[in-house]
Protein backbone atom coordinates (compact mmCIF):
# COMPACT_ATOMS: atom_id res chain seq x y z
CA UNK A 1 0.00 0.00 0.00
CA UNK A 2 1.20 3.35 -1.03
CA UNK A 3 0.60 6.69 -2.77
CA UNK A 4 3.18 8.24 -4.74
CA UNK A 5 3.56 11.91 -6.43
CA UNK A 6 6.07 12.51 -8.78
CA UNK A 7 6.85 16.36 -10.05
CA UNK A 8 3.13 17.75 -10.18
CA UNK A 9 2.39 21.18 -10.91
CA UNK A 10 -0.55 22.65 -10.85
CA UNK A 11 -1.43 26.06 -11.49
CA UNK A 12 -4.87 28.84 -11.85
CA UNK A 13 -5.05 31.45 -13.76
CA UNK A 14 -2.11 33.22 -13.31
CA UNK A 15 -1.15 31.56 -10.38
CA UNK A 16 1.36 28.92 -9.84
CA UNK A 17 0.48 26.27 -6.89
CA UNK A 18 2.29 23.36 -6.87
CA UNK A 19 5.47 23.48 -9.41
CA UNK A 20 7.60 19.97 -9.45
CA UNK A 21 6.28 19.00 -6.02
CA UNK A 22 6.80 14.86 -4.99
CA UNK A 23 6.11 13.00 -2.09
CA UNK A 24 5.28 9.44 -1.17
CA UNK A 25 3.39 8.15 1.86
CA UNK A 26 3.05 4.03 3.17
CA UNK A 27 2.08 2.09 5.71
CA UNK A 28 2.78 3.49 8.80
CA UNK A 29 2.80 6.99 7.60
CA UNK A 30 1.07 10.19 8.86
CA UNK A 31 2.27 12.90 6.74
CA UNK A 32 0.78 16.59 7.93
CA UNK A 33 0.63 19.22 5.42
CA UNK A 34 1.49 23.12 6.71
CA UNK A 35 1.89 26.07 5.27
CA UNK A 36 0.11 29.73 4.65
CA UNK A 37 -3.01 30.26 3.35
CA UNK A 38 -3.15 29.82 -0.34
CA UNK A 39 0.01 27.55 -0.47
CA UNK A 40 -1.48 24.70 -2.20
CA UNK A 41 -2.56 22.14 0.97
CA UNK A 42 -5.92 21.80 -0.05
CA UNK A 43 -5.51 21.48 -3.87
CA UNK A 44 -2.93 19.11 -2.97
CA UNK A 45 -5.14 16.77 -1.04
CA UNK A 46 -7.76 17.60 -3.82
CA UNK A 47 -4.95 16.32 -6.47
CA UNK A 48 -4.12 13.36 -4.64
CA UNK A 49 -7.97 12.28 -4.23
CA UNK A 50 -8.24 12.82 -8.02
CA UNK A 51 -10.60 15.76 -7.80
CA UNK A 52 -8.40 17.72 -9.69
CA UNK A 53 -5.85 16.56 -12.80
CA UNK A 54 -2.33 18.63 -12.29
CA UNK A 55 -0.67 20.22 -15.29
CA UNK A 56 2.37 17.92 -14.93
CA UNK A 57 3.25 15.06 -13.05
CA UNK A 58 1.75 11.61 -11.74
CA UNK A 59 0.22 10.32 -9.22
CA UNK A 60 0.38 6.64 -8.48
CA UNK A 61 -1.86 4.77 -5.65
CA UNK A 62 -1.60 1.12 -4.75
CA UNK A 63 -4.31 0.96 -2.42
CA UNK A 64 -7.58 2.49 -1.45
CA UNK A 65 -8.36 6.09 0.02
CA UNK A 66 -10.98 8.22 1.82
CA UNK A 67 -11.12 12.10 1.32
CA UNK A 68 -12.71 14.27 3.51
CA UNK A 69 -12.81 17.91 2.86
CA UNK A 70 -13.10 20.92 4.67
CA UNK A 71 -16.68 22.13 2.86
CA UNK A 72 -19.20 19.68 2.74
CA UNK A 73 -22.26 20.68 -0.10
CA UNK A 74 -25.25 18.89 0.29
CA UNK A 75 -26.73 18.04 -2.65
CA UNK A 76 -30.77 16.66 -2.80
CA UNK A 77 -32.77 15.60 0.34
CA UNK A 78 -30.32 13.05 1.43
CA UNK A 79 -30.29 12.00 5.07
CA UNK A 80 -27.72 10.59 7.92
CA UNK A 81 -29.11 7.01 7.15
CA UNK A 82 -28.17 7.55 3.45
CA UNK A 83 -24.44 9.08 4.21
CA UNK A 84 -23.63 6.15 6.70
CA UNK A 85 -24.82 3.50 3.99
CA UNK A 86 -23.41 4.93 1.08
CA UNK A 87 -20.40 4.89 2.99
CA UNK A 88 -20.79 0.96 4.38
CA UNK A 89 -21.94 -0.16 0.56
CA UNK A 90 -18.51 -1.15 -0.10
CA UNK A 91 -18.18 -2.85 2.96
CA UNK A 92 -21.26 -4.47 2.65
CA UNK A 93 -20.81 -5.56 -0.93
CA UNK A 94 -17.82 -7.23 0.42
CA UNK A 95 -19.43 -9.33 2.89
CA UNK A 96 -22.18 -10.66 0.07
CA UNK A 97 -19.34 -11.32 -2.35
CA UNK A 98 -17.58 -13.44 0.44
CA UNK A 99 -21.26 -15.18 1.53
CA UNK A 100 -21.61 -16.21 -2.00
CA UNK A 101 -18.01 -17.60 -2.26
CA UNK A 102 -18.82 -19.77 0.81
CA UNK A 103 -21.65 -20.95 -0.46
CA UNK A 104 -20.16 -21.63 -4.38
CA UNK A 105 -17.04 -23.02 -2.83
CA UNK A 106 -16.78 -26.54 -4.74
CA UNK A 107 -14.40 -28.44 -2.19
CA UNK A 108 -13.58 -30.45 -4.94
CA UNK A 109 -12.11 -28.33 -7.45
CA UNK A 110 -12.39 -24.87 -6.03
CA UNK A 111 -9.63 -22.65 -5.65
CA UNK A 112 -8.73 -22.32 -1.64
CA UNK A 113 -6.40 -19.74 -2.32
CA UNK A 114 -8.71 -17.27 -4.11
CA UNK A 115 -10.88 -18.24 -1.62
CA UNK A 116 -8.39 -17.06 0.96
CA UNK A 117 -7.85 -14.09 -0.21
CA UNK A 118 -11.72 -12.88 -0.53
CA UNK A 119 -11.50 -13.48 3.38
CA UNK A 120 -8.15 -11.65 4.31
CA UNK A 121 -9.51 -9.24 2.36
CA UNK A 122 -12.53 -9.00 4.81
CA UNK A 123 -10.89 -9.57 7.88
CA UNK A 124 -8.33 -6.72 6.94
CA UNK A 125 -11.46 -4.26 6.80
CA UNK A 126 -13.18 -5.41 9.77
CA UNK A 127 -16.74 -5.43 7.53
CA UNK A 128 -18.62 -7.61 10.01
CA UNK A 129 -17.83 -4.85 12.55
CA UNK A 130 -18.84 -1.89 9.98
CA UNK A 131 -22.03 -0.69 12.00
CA UNK A 132 -20.87 -0.97 15.42
CA UNK A 133 -17.75 1.01 14.15
CA UNK A 134 -19.98 3.72 12.58
CA UNK A 135 -22.20 4.07 15.44
CA UNK A 136 -19.21 4.36 18.20
CA UNK A 137 -17.47 7.24 15.48
CA UNK A 138 -20.83 8.95 15.11
CA UNK A 139 -21.00 8.99 19.07
CA UNK A 140 -17.14 9.48 20.03
CA UNK A 141 -17.33 12.64 17.28
CA UNK A 142 -20.19 14.12 18.83
CA UNK A 143 -22.32 13.60 15.56
CA UNK A 144 -25.99 13.90 15.74
CA UNK A 145 -27.58 9.98 15.69
CA UNK A 146 -30.43 10.85 14.04
CA UNK A 147 -30.87 8.73 10.72
CA UNK A 148 -33.94 10.21 9.47
CA UNK A 149 -31.98 13.86 10.06
CA UNK A 150 -32.07 15.15 6.48
CA UNK A 151 -28.09 16.63 5.48
CA UNK A 152 -29.42 19.82 4.69
CA UNK A 153 -30.70 20.59 8.31
CA UNK A 154 -27.26 20.24 9.68
CA UNK A 155 -24.52 22.97 10.27
CA UNK A 156 -21.48 22.60 9.18
CA UNK A 157 -19.83 21.08 11.70
CA UNK A 158 -22.88 18.35 12.06
CA UNK A 159 -22.36 17.36 8.55
CA UNK A 160 -19.03 17.27 8.63
CA UNK A 161 -18.55 14.77 11.93
CA UNK A 162 -21.44 12.66 10.42
CA UNK A 163 -19.04 12.38 7.40
CA UNK A 164 -15.95 12.07 9.68
CA UNK A 165 -17.17 9.26 11.42
CA UNK A 166 -18.86 7.55 8.14
CA UNK A 167 -14.81 7.63 6.67
CA UNK A 168 -13.19 6.39 9.62
CA UNK A 169 -15.59 3.47 9.36
CA UNK A 170 -14.58 2.43 6.16
CA UNK A 171 -11.35 1.70 7.32
CA UNK A 172 -9.65 2.70 3.74
CA UNK A 173 -6.08 2.40 3.20
CA UNK A 174 -5.22 5.82 3.19
CA UNK A 175 -7.18 8.87 4.65
CA UNK A 176 -6.60 12.25 3.16
CA UNK A 177 -7.83 14.80 5.78
CA UNK A 178 -8.21 18.54 5.58
CA UNK A 179 -8.20 20.16 8.64
CA UNK A 180 -10.41 17.68 10.67
CA UNK A 181 -10.24 18.87 13.90
CA UNK A 182 -11.49 22.76 13.17
CA UNK A 183 -15.32 21.49 14.22
CA UNK A 184 -14.13 18.17 16.58
CA UNK A 185 -14.24 19.60 20.47
CA UNK A 186 -11.46 17.99 22.89
CA UNK A 187 -13.14 14.88 23.32
CA UNK A 188 -13.73 14.33 20.08
CA UNK A 189 -10.30 15.64 18.65
CA UNK A 190 -9.16 12.68 21.39
CA UNK A 191 -10.92 9.87 19.30
CA UNK A 192 -9.98 11.28 16.26
CA UNK A 193 -5.92 11.06 17.29
CA UNK A 194 -6.37 7.86 18.73
CA UNK A 195 -7.65 6.61 15.17
CA UNK A 196 -5.10 8.35 13.35
CA UNK A 197 -2.22 7.08 15.52
CA UNK A 198 -3.74 3.21 15.25
CA UNK A 199 -4.67 3.46 11.33
CA UNK A 200 -3.85 0.36 9.98
CA UNK A 201 -2.76 2.50 6.58
CA UNK A 202 -1.43 5.51 5.90
CA UNK A 203 -2.72 9.01 7.18
CA UNK A 204 -2.42 12.55 5.14
CA UNK A 205 -3.60 15.30 6.66
CA UNK A 206 -3.83 19.44 5.99
CA UNK A 207 -3.90 20.96 9.97
CA UNK A 208 -3.23 23.91 11.81
CA UNK A 209 -3.36 22.08 14.77
CA UNK A 210 -0.48 22.73 16.83
CA UNK A 211 -0.86 19.48 19.04
CA UNK A 212 -2.44 17.29 16.51
CA UNK A 213 0.98 17.44 15.29
CA UNK A 214 2.60 16.81 18.24
CA UNK A 215 0.18 13.67 19.02
CA UNK A 216 0.37 12.17 15.33
CA UNK A 217 2.44 13.20 12.65
CA UNK A 218 5.29 11.34 11.78
CA UNK A 219 6.66 14.13 8.82
CA UNK A 220 5.60 17.45 8.32
CA UNK A 221 5.30 18.70 4.74
CA UNK A 222 5.86 22.66 4.59
CA UNK A 223 4.41 23.97 1.41
CA UNK A 224 5.71 27.52 2.33
CA UNK A 225 8.17 28.71 0.06
CA UNK A 226 11.86 28.55 1.22
CA UNK A 227 14.81 30.26 0.59
CA UNK A 228 15.05 28.59 -2.73
CA UNK A 229 11.57 28.36 -3.04
CA UNK A 230 10.57 24.61 -2.81
CA UNK A 231 8.69 23.24 0.18
CA UNK A 232 10.40 21.70 2.72
CA UNK A 233 10.03 18.14 4.70
CA UNK A 234 10.75 17.76 8.37
CA UNK A 235 11.57 14.57 9.06
CA UNK A 236 11.79 15.03 12.58
CA UNK A 237 8.27 14.49 14.53
CA UNK A 238 6.94 16.90 17.07
CA UNK A 239 5.93 20.38 16.70
CA UNK A 240 8.41 21.90 18.53
CA UNK A 241 11.00 20.57 16.28
CA UNK A 242 9.63 21.43 13.15
CA UNK A 243 9.43 25.42 14.68
CA UNK A 244 12.81 25.03 15.61
CA UNK A 245 14.29 24.09 12.46
CA UNK A 246 11.38 26.56 10.52
CA UNK A 247 12.67 29.34 12.71
CA UNK A 248 16.58 28.72 12.56
CA UNK A 249 15.70 28.64 7.75
CA UNK A 250 13.90 31.76 8.04
CA UNK A 251 16.49 33.40 10.93
CA UNK A 252 19.36 32.30 7.65
CA UNK A 253 17.03 33.49 5.09
CA UNK A 254 16.25 36.49 6.67
CA UNK A 255 20.43 37.45 7.17
CA UNK A 256 21.37 36.37 3.83
CA UNK A 257 18.44 38.41 2.14
CA UNK A 258 19.85 42.10 4.66
CA UNK A 259 23.61 40.58 2.99
CA UNK A 260 22.25 40.29 -0.38
CA UNK A 261 20.52 44.05 -0.64
CA UNK A 262 23.56 45.58 1.55
CA UNK A 263 25.60 43.91 -1.03
CA UNK A 264 23.51 45.09 -3.93
CA UNK A 265 22.86 48.55 -2.88
CA UNK A 266 27.11 48.83 -2.17
CA UNK A 267 27.93 47.83 -6.04
CA UNK A 268 24.47 49.93 -7.32
CA UNK A 269 26.07 52.91 -5.91
CA UNK A 270 29.69 51.97 -7.22
CA UNK A 271 28.04 51.81 -10.78
CA UNK A 272 26.59 54.90 -10.21
CA UNK A 273 30.26 56.79 -9.03
CA UNK A 274 31.38 55.34 -12.12
CA UNK A 275 28.86 56.87 -14.45
CA UNK A 276 28.91 60.14 -13.37
CA UNK A 277 32.70 59.76 -13.54
CA UNK A 278 31.77 59.12 -16.90
CA UNK A 279 30.35 62.70 -17.12
CA UNK A 280 32.55 64.31 -15.05
CA UNK A 281 36.24 63.34 -13.89
CA UNK A 282 37.19 62.57 -17.46
CA UNK A 283 36.49 65.66 -19.25
CA UNK A 284 39.63 67.90 -20.34
CA UNK A 285 39.12 71.46 -21.02
CA UNK A 286 36.18 71.92 -23.17
CA UNK A 287 37.37 72.18 -27.15
CA UNK A 288 40.71 70.92 -26.48
CA UNK A 289 42.09 67.29 -27.25
CA UNK A 290 38.98 66.38 -28.83
CA UNK A 291 40.53 62.62 -29.86
CA UNK A 292 41.45 62.07 -26.13
CA UNK A 293 37.56 62.77 -24.88
CA UNK A 294 36.36 60.20 -27.33
CA UNK A 295 38.95 57.76 -26.04
CA UNK A 296 38.44 58.36 -22.58
CA UNK A 297 34.97 58.10 -22.91
CA UNK A 298 35.14 54.32 -24.37
CA UNK A 299 37.39 53.89 -21.60
CA UNK A 300 34.94 54.78 -19.24
CA UNK A 301 31.89 53.44 -20.83
CA UNK A 302 33.79 49.90 -21.07
CA UNK A 303 33.85 50.06 -17.36
CA UNK A 304 30.60 50.49 -16.55
CA UNK A 305 29.70 47.74 -18.97
CA UNK A 306 32.39 45.15 -17.00
CA UNK A 307 31.10 46.47 -13.18
CA UNK A 308 27.32 45.88 -14.80
CA UNK A 309 28.19 42.43 -16.10
CA UNK A 310 30.50 41.71 -12.36
CA UNK A 311 27.27 42.92 -10.77
CA UNK A 312 25.31 40.13 -12.85
CA UNK A 313 27.36 37.63 -12.30
CA UNK A 314 27.97 37.81 -8.84
CA UNK A 315 24.27 39.03 -7.89
CA UNK A 316 22.16 35.99 -5.66
CA UNK A 317 18.79 36.25 -6.42
CA UNK A 318 17.53 35.97 -2.41
CA UNK A 319 13.46 36.65 -2.29
CA UNK A 320 12.27 38.38 0.36
CA UNK A 321 11.52 36.24 3.41
CA UNK A 322 7.30 35.98 3.96
CA UNK A 323 5.95 39.21 5.80
CA UNK A 324 4.34 38.38 9.19
CA UNK A 325 1.44 39.86 11.00
CA UNK A 326 1.57 43.42 12.04
CA UNK A 327 -0.71 43.28 14.53
CA UNK A 328 -2.10 47.19 15.38
CA UNK A 329 -1.68 49.04 18.34
CA UNK A 330 -5.55 48.88 19.41
CA UNK A 331 -7.18 51.20 21.93
CA UNK A 332 -8.70 50.54 25.05
CA UNK A 333 -10.99 53.01 25.80
CA UNK A 334 -12.87 56.29 24.08
CA UNK A 335 -12.61 59.59 25.09
CA UNK A 336 -14.88 59.84 27.67
CA UNK A 337 -15.36 56.77 29.12
CA UNK A 338 -15.52 55.66 32.74
CA UNK A 339 -12.82 53.11 33.32
CA UNK A 340 -14.88 51.58 35.53
CA UNK A 341 -18.19 50.76 33.87
CA UNK A 342 -18.03 47.74 31.43
CA UNK A 343 -17.65 48.06 27.67
CA UNK A 344 -20.31 44.94 27.31
CA UNK A 345 -22.71 43.87 29.80
CA UNK A 346 -25.60 41.05 29.79
CA UNK A 347 -27.41 39.43 31.97
CA UNK A 348 -29.81 36.65 33.01
CA UNK A 349 -29.86 35.72 28.89
CA UNK A 350 -31.62 32.76 27.05
CA UNK A 351 -31.75 31.77 23.10
CA UNK A 352 -34.38 29.52 21.94
CA UNK A 353 -33.86 28.27 18.27
CA UNK A 354 -34.64 25.15 16.28
CA UNK A 355 -36.88 23.87 18.87
CA UNK A 356 -34.46 23.58 21.55
CA UNK A 357 -32.56 25.91 23.73
CA UNK A 358 -29.32 26.85 22.84
CA UNK A 359 -28.29 28.86 25.42
CA UNK A 360 -29.23 28.93 28.92
CA UNK A 361 -27.34 31.22 31.34
CA UNK A 362 -29.62 31.86 34.71
CA UNK A 363 -28.83 34.79 37.04
CA UNK A 364 -25.17 35.23 35.95
CA UNK A 365 -23.85 38.54 35.05
CA UNK A 366 -21.36 38.32 32.41
CA UNK A 367 -19.07 42.07 31.76
CA UNK A 368 -16.57 43.08 29.06
CA UNK A 369 -14.51 45.45 31.43
CA UNK A 370 -11.62 47.79 29.24
CA UNK A 371 -8.37 45.52 28.24
CA UNK A 372 -9.91 42.78 30.25
CA UNK A 373 -9.70 39.04 28.95
CA UNK A 374 -11.77 35.93 28.83
CA UNK A 375 -11.74 32.65 27.66
CA UNK A 376 -14.52 30.47 26.07
CA UNK A 377 -14.32 26.90 26.22
CA UNK A 378 -17.14 23.85 26.14
CA UNK A 379 -18.32 20.84 24.11
CA UNK A 380 -20.09 21.65 20.56
CA UNK A 381 -23.45 22.51 20.96
CA UNK A 382 -23.03 24.18 24.45
CA UNK A 383 -23.94 27.40 23.00
CA UNK A 384 -20.14 28.90 22.39
CA UNK A 385 -21.07 30.52 19.20
CA UNK A 386 -24.63 31.75 20.13
CA UNK A 387 -22.78 33.31 23.54
CA UNK A 388 -20.59 34.61 20.94
CA UNK A 389 -22.99 36.82 18.49
CA UNK A 390 -25.12 38.02 21.28
CA UNK A 391 -22.09 39.59 22.80
CA UNK A 392 -21.37 41.10 19.14
CA UNK A 393 -24.60 42.56 19.33
CA UNK A 394 -25.70 40.30 16.43
CA UNK A 395 -28.09 37.85 18.24
CA UNK A 396 -31.07 38.90 20.38
CA UNK A 397 -31.52 36.93 23.72
CA UNK A 398 -34.95 35.58 23.92
CA UNK A 399 -34.45 36.24 27.87
CA UNK A 400 -32.77 38.56 29.62
CA UNK A 401 -30.89 41.31 28.15
CA UNK A 402 -27.63 43.33 26.21
CA UNK A 403 -26.22 46.23 26.81
CA UNK A 404 -22.87 48.42 25.17
CA UNK A 405 -21.18 51.66 25.32
CA UNK A 406 -22.82 53.49 22.06
CA UNK A 407 -19.23 54.20 20.35
CA UNK A 408 -17.56 51.07 21.62
CA UNK A 409 -16.00 49.68 18.42
CA UNK A 410 -16.23 45.86 18.62
CA UNK A 411 -14.46 43.57 15.91
CA UNK A 412 -15.79 39.90 15.48
CA UNK A 413 -14.31 36.91 14.02
CA UNK A 414 -17.22 34.37 13.39
CA UNK A 415 -16.60 30.27 13.24
CA UNK A 416 -18.56 30.50 9.83
CA UNK A 417 -17.49 32.49 6.61
CA UNK A 418 -19.41 36.00 6.58
CA UNK A 419 -17.87 36.65 3.28
CA UNK A 420 -21.30 35.49 1.38
CA UNK A 421 -23.40 37.63 3.73
CA UNK A 422 -21.18 40.95 2.36
CA UNK A 423 -20.99 40.07 -1.23
CA UNK A 424 -24.20 40.18 -3.40
CA UNK A 425 -24.53 36.97 -5.44
CA UNK A 426 -24.15 39.50 -8.71
CA UNK A 427 -20.71 40.67 -8.15
CA UNK A 428 -17.48 39.59 -7.66
CA UNK A 429 -14.89 42.26 -5.83
CA UNK A 430 -11.73 42.34 -4.88
CA UNK A 431 -10.59 42.51 -1.28
CA UNK A 432 -9.20 45.50 -1.57
CA UNK A 433 -12.44 47.23 -3.05
CA UNK A 434 -14.41 45.08 -0.71
CA UNK A 435 -12.34 46.57 1.97
CA UNK A 436 -12.86 50.06 1.44
CA UNK A 437 -16.46 49.64 0.95
CA UNK A 438 -16.60 48.14 4.47
CA UNK A 439 -14.78 51.29 5.77
CA UNK A 440 -16.96 53.63 3.68
CA UNK A 441 -19.68 51.80 5.57
CA UNK A 442 -18.50 52.35 8.77
CA UNK A 443 -17.59 55.48 8.35
CA UNK A 444 -21.02 56.94 7.41
CA UNK A 445 -22.58 54.70 10.20
CA UNK A 446 -20.40 56.87 12.73
CA UNK A 447 -18.72 53.44 13.63
CA UNK A 448 -15.33 54.70 12.15
CA UNK A 449 -12.63 57.61 13.20
CA UNK A 450 -11.50 58.58 9.94
CA UNK A 451 -8.11 59.55 11.88
CA UNK A 452 -7.84 56.01 12.82
CA UNK A 453 -8.48 53.50 10.00
CA UNK A 454 -6.61 50.08 9.49
CA UNK A 455 -4.89 49.87 5.96
CA UNK A 456 -5.51 46.41 4.75
CA UNK A 457 -2.28 45.99 3.35
CA UNK A 458 -0.46 47.24 6.53
CA UNK A 459 -1.76 43.75 8.36
CA UNK A 460 0.77 41.44 6.93
CA UNK A 461 -2.14 38.93 6.37
CA UNK A 462 -2.50 39.16 2.72
CA UNK A 463 -0.12 39.92 0.24
CA UNK A 464 -0.75 42.91 -2.21
CA UNK A 465 -1.50 40.30 -4.98
CA UNK A 466 -3.90 38.50 -3.25
CA UNK A 467 -5.50 41.68 -1.99
CA UNK A 468 -5.96 42.42 -5.90
CA UNK A 469 -7.55 39.04 -6.39
CA UNK A 470 -11.64 38.70 -6.42
CA UNK A 471 -12.73 37.82 -3.24
CA UNK A 472 -14.95 34.48 -4.69
CA UNK A 473 -11.51 33.12 -5.54
CA UNK A 474 -9.85 32.96 -2.16
CA UNK A 475 -9.23 29.81 -0.37
CA UNK A 476 -10.92 28.84 2.68
CA UNK A 477 -7.87 30.18 4.41
CA UNK A 478 -6.88 33.69 2.48
CA UNK A 479 -11.03 34.23 3.64
CA UNK A 480 -10.64 33.34 7.13
CA UNK A 481 -7.18 36.14 7.07
CA UNK A 482 -9.62 38.71 4.87
CA UNK A 483 -12.33 38.44 7.65
CA UNK A 484 -9.42 39.23 10.86
CA UNK A 485 -8.23 41.88 8.35
CA UNK A 486 -12.19 43.11 8.73
CA UNK A 487 -12.39 43.15 12.46
CA UNK A 488 -9.32 45.00 12.62
CA UNK A 489 -10.64 47.77 10.46
CA UNK A 490 -11.73 50.32 12.95
CA UNK A 491 -9.32 49.86 15.56
CA UNK A 492 -11.62 48.38 17.90
CA UNK A 493 -11.85 48.42 21.83
CA UNK A 494 -13.04 44.90 21.86
CA UNK A 495 -11.99 42.08 19.83
CA UNK A 496 -14.67 38.69 20.01
CA UNK A 497 -12.88 35.99 18.03
CA UNK A 498 -14.74 32.81 17.67
CA UNK A 499 -12.50 29.48 16.96
CA UNK A 500 -9.76 31.93 15.50
CA UNK A 501 -7.55 29.10 14.71
CA UNK A 502 -10.11 27.66 12.31
CA UNK A 503 -8.75 27.36 8.71
CA UNK A 504 -4.93 29.63 9.70
CA UNK A 505 -1.73 28.78 9.32
CA UNK A 506 0.50 27.70 12.36
CA UNK A 507 2.67 30.64 11.90
CA UNK A 508 -0.01 32.78 11.76
CA UNK A 509 -1.76 31.11 14.83
CA UNK A 510 1.51 31.77 16.40
CA UNK A 511 2.04 35.48 16.16
CA UNK A 512 -2.05 36.02 16.96
CA UNK A 513 -1.48 34.12 20.09
CA UNK A 514 1.08 36.71 21.57
CA UNK A 515 -0.89 39.87 19.51
CA UNK A 516 -3.93 39.07 21.97
CA UNK A 517 -1.62 38.80 24.97
CA UNK A 518 -0.44 41.93 24.38
CA UNK A 519 -3.05 44.30 23.03
CA UNK A 520 -4.46 46.95 24.91
CA UNK A 521 -8.01 45.99 23.51
CA UNK A 522 -10.51 43.65 25.40
CA UNK A 523 -10.14 40.38 24.36
CA UNK A 524 -12.75 37.46 24.60
CA UNK A 525 -12.14 34.25 22.87
CA UNK A 526 -13.96 30.95 21.82
CA UNK A 527 -12.36 28.02 20.80
CA UNK A 528 -11.33 24.44 21.20
CA UNK A 529 -7.93 24.62 20.17
CA UNK A 530 -5.87 22.95 23.04
CA UNK A 531 -2.52 24.97 22.63
CA UNK A 532 -4.25 28.53 22.51
CA UNK A 533 -5.91 27.16 25.53
CA UNK A 534 -2.41 26.29 27.42
CA UNK A 535 -1.08 29.88 26.32
CA UNK A 536 -4.02 31.17 27.76
CA UNK A 537 -4.15 29.34 30.74
CA UNK A 538 -3.96 32.51 33.20
CA UNK A 539 -7.04 34.21 31.28
CA UNK A 540 -10.10 33.74 33.25
CA UNK A 541 -12.56 31.09 31.51
CA UNK A 542 -16.04 30.49 31.08
CA UNK A 543 -17.05 27.09 30.92
CA UNK A 544 -20.54 26.18 28.73
CA UNK A 545 -22.19 22.54 29.84
Known sequence: MHLIAKDLEFRYPGHTILDGLSLRVSQGTRLALVGENGSGKTTLLRVLAGELVPQGGTTTLDGSFSYVPQELEVVGTGTIGDEVAQSLASLRAAVAELERAAEQFDHETGSLAQYSEVLAHIEALEAWDAERRVDEALTRLGAIREYSRPMAQLSVGERYRVRLACTLAERRDILLLDEPTNHLDEQAIGYLTQVMKTWHGAVVVVTHDRMLLDDVATAILDLDPSMDGKPVLYGQPGYMSYRFAKSEA????????????????????????????????????????????????????????????????????????????????????????????????????????????????????????????????????????????????????????????????????????????????????????????????????????????????????????????????????????????????????????????????????????????????????????????????????????
Open 250 to 545: WRRWNQRYRAERKRAIALEHRLDQSYEGLSDEWRPPKGSQKHRRGTRARIHVKAADRLVEKLKAEAVDIPPPPPVLNFPDLPTMNPGWDPGSPIIDVRNIAVEGNGRTRLDLPAQRLTVAPASRLLITGANGTGKSTLMRVLAGTLEPTRGYRTALGDARIGVVTQESEIDRLVRPDENPSCFDLYARLALELLQSGKLDPNNVVPVAFLGLLSEETLDRPIRELSVGQRKRFELACALLAMPNVLLLDEPTNHLSIDLVDDLTQALMKTSAAVIVATHDRRMRADFEDWPELVLK
